[in-house]
């Protein structure tokens, strides 16, 4: 299994871009533990804290997909990079000014939050040129991506702690920060992210959202998010009565390595036949294994369940970038991965919120049946969605040709696209 992503990492380019765009998501994937830090350390409350972190993730659902759309018009260099130094310099504003005027404080973060560049989604629209347009190996590194996402996720953590207990909450806000800018710096100045172009593109005010497809996989993973949200703050109640932070920190550090696990297995091997069924196969399972959940058993069962329902988190969201990329309108690839990001953050946004109530009405078990409910929902949104999602506006073979245009339920939909595999390098 590793061995395949090592081979995939000697490609020229691949181990930079992936490195320098987890760097350059420094900043994304620790702003809430790092602002909760800083505003206490500034003498803040929980809630003002809270209620930054909220805005900050509202800001950056709104940047996203716009700075996405962006990119596919005027290119990655030209868009990301000013993006994140603007961003950081949010941040920066942030830890120079302080809590003392509230006004000051949202603003600082509503910045950092909209500029943040959408690296991730421009990297996934890099992978079919810098691999050679060969359909197993993008989706290999679909994968890669995925279990690269979990590795950020825990040690983003535990570089704010370091950086806090080294010098200051403050120090650490800027930090990061300014290693996200460079991690993008990385990105921009490659020569993949420099010749890269989107294809082009018919004009339309919905952009990449004009695909019906595009919108019911979104839609599902609003779910997902959803389901991953409630499980944080049921797994914070649960962990109350049975031991207290460090029967937290172990389903949480198990949830991450199931998913490790599954994807590492994931991009192990070629998967035949079409991505929107194994994605609804994928979802399936993962549904199927949150619900196991309600039991709150003791700490070590608990444990092994979380463990279990992150085995496929990683498999189904390495599908779902697949099936973004048959579904995209032409020339919106960036801005459709980038609604994924979107829809995936605000769906862990409610769950979070959805959650804190059920475990107040219901118990613990109550806030782990909205993780098992989530997942159903989203399961339930790609059945019914099936034959739309079959039907991709113009599938493409990785490897080059177009193999045709299928008619039917997705009206208007052009096909896949950005710098899209049959072009590596595709000139305005």
Not at 151 to 163: D, H, I, Q, R
Not at 293 to 316: D, I, K, R, W, Y
Not at 391 to 409: D, I, K, L, M, T
Request: charged share 10%; with cysteine; aromatic share 8%.
């Amino acid at each position: 299994m590793a061995a395949g992503y090592m081979e995939l990492l000697r490609t020229r380019h691949a181990a930079r871009l992936l490195v320098g765009t987890l760097v350059g998501r420094l900043p994304n994937g620790i702003a809430s533990i790092a602002l909760v830090m800083f505003v206490r350390a500034e003498g803040g409350s929980y809630s003002l804290a809270g209620a930054l972190a909220a805005a900050y993730g509202v800001a950056n659902a709104v940047g996203q997909p716009l700075l996405g759309r962006a990119v596919d018009l005027y290119g990655q260099p030209r868009v990301q990079l000013p993006a994140a130094v603007v961003s950081a310099l949010g941040m920066v504003w942030l830890a120079s000014a302080g809590i003392g005027s509230a006004a000051v404080a949202y603003a600082a973060v509503v910045v950092a939050g909209l500029f943040t560049p959408p690296l991730e989604g421009g990297l996934r629209a890099l992978w079919p040129s810098v691999l050679g347009g060969k359909e197993g190996r993008v989706h290999a590194a679909y994968a890669m991506d995925a279990v690269a996402q979990e590795v950020m996720f825990t040690v983003g953590p535990l570089l704010v702690t370091v950086f806090v207990s080294l010098w200051s909450p403050a120090v650490a806000l800027v930090a990061l920060n300014v290693l996200g800018v460079l991690g993008a710096l990385s990105v921009v100045v490659s020569e993949p992210s420099r010749a890269w172009r989107s294809e082009p593109r018919e004009a339309h005010w919905l952009g990449a959202l004009r695909s019906r497809g595009l919108l019911a996989l979104l839609g599902a993973f609003f779910f997902v998010g959803t389901a991953l949200g409630s499980i944080t703050v049921a797994a914070v109640a649960y962990s109350d009565e049975h031991g207290g932070a460090a029967v937290y920190g172990w389903m949480m550090a198990a949830l991450g390595l199931g998913a490790l696990v599954g994807g590492v297995t994931y991009g192990a091997r070629q998967w035949a036949g079409a991505p929107e069924r194994r994605l609804q196969l994928l979802v399936a399972l993962l549904a199927v294994c949150y619900l196991p959940l309600m039991l709150t058993v003791g700490p070590v069962g608990m444990t092994a369940l979380s463990a279990l329902a992150g085995v496929f988190l990683a498999p189904a969201i390495a599908c779902a970038f697949i099936v973004v990329d048959r579904h995209a309108p032409v020339g919106t690839v960036t801005e459709a991965f980038s609604w994924l990001v979107t829809f995936f953050g605000v769906g862990a946004a409610m769950g979070t919120a959805a959650a804190g109530p059920a475990v107040e009405l219901g118990g613990i078990t109550a806030g782990f049946a909205v993780a098992g409910g989530a997942g159903v929902a989203a399961l339930l949104v790609l059945t019914l969605t099936q034959r739309v999602l079959a039907s991709p506006g113009r599938v493409r073979a990785v490897a080059g040709s177009v193999e045709g245009v299928v008619g039917g339920v997705v009206e208007g939909v052009e096909g896949v696209s950005a710098g899209g595999p049959s072009e590596p390098f595709v000139k305005n």
